[in-house]
């Protein structure tokens, strides 16, 4: 029952160093990251952010990037269940 941007004004009011999202609507799902919700917050945060939640691909990883500013980026099923691993990620990112 709490609003995220809500609670992301108020932490940040308490002096909080960095804010980690992640959707729990797109976590484990590996159909992309909710943009519009990090998109919704980012207008707020000035501290350093973390995403997480829903990468099943490059495809994803790109498109958040194109459309928010974001400071980190934490990715988890792409790789525990072997879709990539580091070293394509690296190599196909900054090929794209």
Sequence with gaps: G???????KKTQ???????????????GTKR????KL??????YIYVPLTVSGGMGSL???NELCRK????AVAIASILHYKLSNIQKLKKDYYES
């Design 13 to 27: 009011d308490l002096g909080i160093g960095e804010i980690f999202i992640t959707s729990i609507n797109q976590e």
């Design 32 to 35: 992309g990251f909710d943009i």
């Design 2 to 8: 709490i609003d995220p941007l809500e609670w992301v």
């Design 38 to 43: 990090i998109e919704r917050l980012n207008k």
């Design 59 to 61: 495809d994803h990883l």
């Design 68 to 71: 928010v500013e974001i400071d």
